[in-house]
Every structure is written in structure tokens, then in C-alpha cells.
């Protein structure tokens, strides 16, 4: 027979003290509500001695808080967001909430599904990089009292707490590295920029290409053909038409392993020869031959700005109170890829 879960009035009777004693050691609030040390450390030694767990179904519904927050990606595979998740889980952690991670493979269908599902279940708070069509679900979230904060991207004219880098800068930056180092037919491969982080990263690039007279060679390619393993062909077409580029800045680093493999199997050459940079970094760049430059963007300080807003957010009886909306900057680590030519 399956045995009964201790609760907390099996404790209370035990000790011979109230119920409500019990819960205010349990949940922390012996000091504020000025039971004595003696007494708190009979109680949590006593618990612990029975392996007392709590409820957390009857907590979260005598609270009205689950201590659960959503952290939604478009790809929690993708080696950005999943150390940008892994950073989060522990700063989370530390301050008592549980993260339920999820993949929304920019897809607004699934968006919708998971924020329903997940809405219902009653969780506290989002961190959502949203995909390009639920502004209107965001929007609701938040008319309905529900802390939310976008992550890597934010709608225009949406009021919404976000944490996004400087991706205009950072791809003019990246550009304009390679340009000193006389580069002079740059390619540039992204997703198509119906999002705020790639047109940000688009523009950077271009503008960097129109300040220096230069002319642009971009491959824009929708996010449906990479997500359906399709990329490879138009990146591998576009290298074979622009046969007189002297160097390639992939916007993501996925698009930037893909070119890795086709300039393997196609033109080993090339990865010598060509100046390369990869927006987001990766831990296998300092090992490539030739090492790859990258834009590596603050994970811990994008986590931490994560919690500092999430933290207040869950407190406040109206979230539309105070709304952050942080950026941050990018750093350019330049490695062996980027360097001039001799």
C-alpha cells in the first residue's frame, strides 16, 4: 500500500504547536513572525527527519504562486540559448523558483499553444523570445496581469520588458573589423530580418558597407527553409555565384557551422582564405583551424538582467507599472579567421 504523505499537521501534533507555527518555519517566516530559533529548529529538524515534502499543488493554490517560471527559445538546442538557459536555471534557482525550458521553433502556432498551456497551469512569470506573430498573445499577458519578458527580440509599439543586445552595433562593429583589415568583398548570411535582432544585424552590416563605398552581397534565407535543413542549399549556392568574395559574416552560429561543413566538402581552401565571423560565439571556434572570430554576446549579464526585472515584476499587483527595457552590448572576439591577409 502506497504510504500517506506527511503533511503539515501531522508535524503540528507531533510538536504539540499550531498548524500555523508549522507553515511560518516551513515558509520561511519564523523571524518575521518572531518564533523563537528553539522552536524553528525543532520544527525543520523534525521535517527533515520524516523527509516532510510539501504540497506544492495546495501551495500554489493557498498562494496563488506556483514558484515556476517559463523560459521559451526558439530552439533550446541552439548552443546560445541553451548556455543562456542553463545560466538562468541557477540564478533562478538560488531564488527559490523552478524553470520549465521550451522550444518554439518560431513557430506562432506553437507559441500560442505552449503560452496557453503553460498560462493555465498557472505559472508565475515568462521570459519568452517570441516568434514573429504573437504580439497579440504577449499583449494579452500582460492585460491580464501576467509578468512577461521578451528575450533577444521586442515588438515596436508593444510596452514589454525586454533584454536584447545592441545587434545593429554589433554587426558594425564585426564589419567594420574586417574592413580595417582590408577586406573589401564581404558576404553577409542571415535569416530573413522579419525580426528585430536580424534587421538590427542586417542594418549593422550595411551600414558599415555604405560608410566605407563598398557594395553589399547579402543572402537573406527564410527561417522555415534552415529549420527544414534546407540552408545548405542556398548557402552553397550563394558561394558558388560570389566567386570573388574575400570574406563572409554569418549572423548566426548555425549558419555559420553550415557554411563551415560546405566549405569542407566543397572548397577546403576557403576557410583559410576567406575572413570569417560568427555572430554568437561557440566553444568549438578557439579549436577550428583557423580559430573563428565571433560577436559573443553577455550571457551572464543577459541572465542576470533577466532576474533583476523578473524578481520585482512577480511582486507587483500591476505589471504595467514600471517597464524595462534593457540593451546591452556585444564584444567582438577576434580570433584567426578575421585577421588581415598577408
Known amino acids: 500500500m502506497k504510504k500517506k504523505p506527511v503533511s503539515i499537521r501531522n508535524i503540528a501534533d507531533e510538536l504539540k504547536i499550531s498548524v500555523t507555527t508549522v507553515s511560518f518555519v516551513l515558509n520561511g517566516k ?11 529548529k525543532k520544527v525543520l529538524d523534525y521535517a527533515k527527519l520524516i523527509n516532510y515534502k510539501p504540497n506544492q499543488i495546495a501551495q500554489s493554490l493557498r ?41 518554439n521553433e518560431n513557430d506562432d502556432e506553437k507559441s500560442n499553444e505552449l503560452i496557453t498551456l503553460f498560462n493555465f497551469r498557472q505559472v508565475d512569470g515568462f521570459v519568452i523570445v517570441p516568434s514573429p506573430g504573437i504580439k497579440n498573445t504577449i499583449e494579452n499577458l500582460i492585460k491580464d496581469n501576467i509578468p512577461v ?29 574586417l574592413i580595417n583589415n582590408q577586406f573589401k568583398n564581404i558576404g553577409y548570411v542571415t535569416i530573413a530580418p522579419d525580426q528585430t535582432q536580424m534587421e538590427g544585424r542586417l ?4 551600414k558599415a558597407i555604405n560608410e566605407n ?14 529549420y527544414k535543413g534546407k540552408g545548405k542549399e ?23 557551422q553550415t557554411g563551415l561543413e560546405i566549405f569542407k566538402e566543397n572548397n577546403p581552401a576557403l576557410i583559410n582564405e576567406l575572413g570569417i565571423i560568427s555572430f554568437d560565439d561557440n566553444d568549438m571556434y578557439k579549436i577550428y583551424s583557423p580559430t573563428i572570430t565571433s560577436v ?45 591577409r598577408e
Open 30 to 40: 519564523a523571524k518575521e513572525k518572531h518564533i523563537s530559533k528553539e522552536l524553528t
Open 63 to 103: 498562494t496563488g504562486k506556483s514558484k515556476i517560471l517559463v523560459f521559451m527559445v526558439e530552439d533550446i538546442s541552439n548552443n546560445f540559448f541553451a548556455k543562456l538557459a542553463r545560466i538562468f536555471e541557477d540564478i533562478a534557482y538560488d531564488k527559490g523558483y523552478k524553470v520549465i525550458f521550451c522550444s
Open 213 to 226: 563605398g563598398l557594395t553589399p552581397h547579402t543572402l537573406e534565407i527564410p527561417y522555415d527553409q534552415v
Open 296 to 340: 559573443s554576446q553577455p550571457l551572464n549579464d543577459i541572465s542576470t538582467k533577466l532576474m533583476e526585472i523578473m524578481l520585482p515584476l512577480l511582486k507587483k499587483k500591476d505589471v504595467t507599472e514600471t517597464i524595462h527595457k534593457v540593451m546591452v552590448n556585444a564584444e567582438l572576439i577576434v580570433r584567426e579567421s578575421s585577421l588581415k
Open 234 to 256: 542556398h548557402i552553397r549556392k550563394f558561394f558558388d555565384e560570389k566567386k570573388d568574395l574575400d570574406a563572409v559574416f554569418f549572423a548566426t552560429n548555425y549558419l555559420t
Open 203 to 206: 542594418s549593422g552590416y550595411l
Open 149 to 177: 519578458i521578451l528575450l533577444d527580440r521586442f515588438f515596436d509599439g508593444l510596452d514589454c520588458n525586454s533584454v536584447v543586445i545592441d545587434n545593429e552595433k554589433a554587426s558594425f562593429d564585426a564589419t567594420q573589423h
